[in-house]
């Protein structure tokens, strides 16, 4: 798939918070999701009972949320996630998050297994929908968001 708008691919410009290259199917989030108390890092469910996707399993997704939400510890839940292969493979956002980064990171540095993690401007945000096969790539020039 590609721009939700006209069918054909795009590349949307992004800013990397944490390294890494990696494809996948958006699995976008109607709210915000604290990985401490929201996310199984055993299965890769969400667990909190009052997001309005609870059940919904993020293992191998390229996770698309708006913002983070939660706690600090949340980055040791991501950090396990990405451990177990729980955890969606990249994540997008519209606004940065220090702790989401930092599990993504920590990830990196302890278990050597790359989560990019990217931030995009909220007008591009709004064309990632769920579904979509995306590809997300950091490298010493900035990030890329392509769709197909």
């Known amino acids: 798939m590609g721009s939700p708008v006209t069918g054909e691919p795009s590349t949307i410009p992004g ?11 958006v699995l976008r989030l109607d709210e915000p999701l604290s990985f401490w108390g929201g996310l199984d890092a055993e299965t890769g469910e969400i667990i909190d009972r009052r997001h309005p ?30 451990r177990n292969g729980t955890a ?9 998050d220090e702790i989401v980064a930092l599990g993504a990171i920590v990830a990196d ?7 990019p993690v990217v931030v995009v401007d909220p007008g591009d945000y ?10 997300v790539a950091v490298s010493v020039d900035g990030a890329t968001v392509c769709t197909t």
Do not use: D, F, K, W
């Open 53 to 82: 996707q609870v059940g919904v399993n993020l293992a191998g997704t390229v996770l698309v949320m708006e913002r983070g939400r939660g706690s600090s510890s949340g980055s040791s839940v991501l950090a396990e996630a990405i």
């Open 126 to 135: 709004e064309q990632l929908v769920s579904g979509q096969a995306i590809r």
């Open 109 to 115: 540095e302890i278990y050597e297994i790359r989560v």
């Open 88 to 96: 969606p493979v990249a994540i997008v956002m519209a606004v940065p």
């Open 15 to 25: 800013r990397p918070l944490s390294p890494g290259n990696a494809t996948g199917v």
